[in-house]
């Protein structure tokens, strides 16, 4: 669980009223603390919200993502953890050294934060762990798990985890039961160190390190020193450029990947098409594996490729508003399109059914958010 940044030092309880209560450890997520709260005391973390916050639904929503100071307050009291401690345990605290504008974060999916899914109690997705590291004494569910660009555990050299390896159930373990541990399953009950195990991949764990040692400082993007926040920019707009590059495979850019020295075959397109941050970690560690090369090649470089194979300017998603100069750089470089196509009709050939299956989930995605049955 050792990274090269601490988000924060935990704490230590004094005098609570709460007769059990458990110091907030080190890089420790808030919600991991309240479950390990709650089972110390030997009640389930519904049980426990639901003592210090009467007719609040607390785990119908991403807790870690937003909690209000008045309800942190009251766990401050019965827990004598500061609370300045447990805002500092939570994602949007973090947030600040990930995005300029923390306040403006929109009320969808968030930059580099892995999601939930949350829809009445139950989730879609769930929190990352590694295997080994939840196994041990003390062991906690910790920051840096959230965050979409760790895949891997440094320590281990495993892929982390967020389903269970038996029952493959999204980890959740808010909904724990009492008597029960927290490195176990909420639903088989078996240890989430039990299951298989895969190895970490090289170029993800290189990129998730560099970020890790430049949280703060201004990274190299070339030879140009960048603020961090407009690194994380380029990189995370390199995510999406690797997507639309599996989506839309062509002989261009097989011949762009080919001359980064990038495995073909890497280039398979993910089966549900969801954003970076919805994805698992083994999914996200292979656009990280790709976003690593291009990134540790430099602008130049990317120019230079985009430029001979002629790619179009459709394949860089990003705001123009907010982006770094040198992200301007990359775009002009991409060939602008001839022609908009509004509809599918005139199309030489149908489309495939992988196109077709992303299309209908997609559909079925937007369907259950408007509530329509």
């Known amino acids: 669980m050792v990274t090269s940044y601490s988000w924060h030092s935990g704490a230590s309880a004094v005098n609570p009223i709460w007769p ?109 762990c590694c295997p080994d590291c939840i196994a041990q004494y003390n062991s906690r569910y910790c920051i840096q798990w959230r965050l979409a660009w760790h895949t891997c555990c440094p320590i281990h050299g495993v892929m982390l985890v967020d389903r269970c390896g038996h029952c493959l159930a999204p980890l959740q373990p808010e909904l724990l039961k009492a008597g029960a541990m927290l490195s176990d399953c909420h639903r088989c009950g078996a240890a989430l160190s039990g299951g298989a195990r895969s190895a970490a991949a090289e170029a993800a ?48 850019v097989g011949r762009f990947f080919d001359s980064l020295d990038i495995p073909l075959e890497s280039l398979q397109p993910i089966p549900l098409g969801l954003p970076f941050e919805y994805l698992s970690p083994a999914e996200r560690s292979v656009l990280l594996s790709i976003v690593w090369v291009i990134m540790s090649a430099g602008p130049q470089t990317f120019i230079e490729a985009a430029r001979r194979e002629s790619l179009p300017a459709s394949t860089l998603h990003f705001s123009s508003n907010c982006a770094p100069p040198v992200l301007l750089d ?44």
């Not at 890790?212 to 707009?237: H, K, M, N, Q, V």
């Open 20 to 128: 059990l209560s458990k110091p907030l450890l080190a890089d420790e997520l808030l919600t991991s603390w309240i479950v390990r709260m709650a089972l110390a005391h030997g009640c389930s973390p519904a049980v426990l919200t639901a003592i210090a916050w009467p007719g609040f639904r607390a785990w119908a929503s991403d807790l870690d993502r937003s909690v209000a100071d008045s309800r942190l307050a009251v766990l401050s009291r019965l827990s004598s953890i500061p609370c300045a401690s447990l805002q500092s345990a939570t994602i949007r605290c973090a947030m600040s050294s990930i995005v300029r504008r923390p306040d403006r974060l929109p009320r969808g999916n968030w930059p580099w934060l892995t999601v939930l899914g949350c829809r009445g109690g139950y989730h879609s997705g769930g929190l990352q």
């Open 205 to 252: 764990l290189a990129f998730q390190s560099y970020v890790d040692e430049s949280i703060g400082l201004r990274p190299l993007y070339g030879t140009s020193s960048l603020d961090f926040r407009d690194w994380l920019t380029i990189a995370r707009t390199m995510v999406s450029f690797a997507q639309a590059a599996m989506r839309r495979h062509s002989a261009a």
């Open 330 to 373: 990359l775009a002009a470089a991409l060939r602008s399109p001839g022609h908009h196509l509004v509809s599918g009709v005139g199309r030489e050939h149908p489309s495939s059914p992988a196109q077709t299956l992303r299309m209908w989930l997609r559909l079925k995605r937007k369907v259950r958010r408007r509530g329509i049955r």
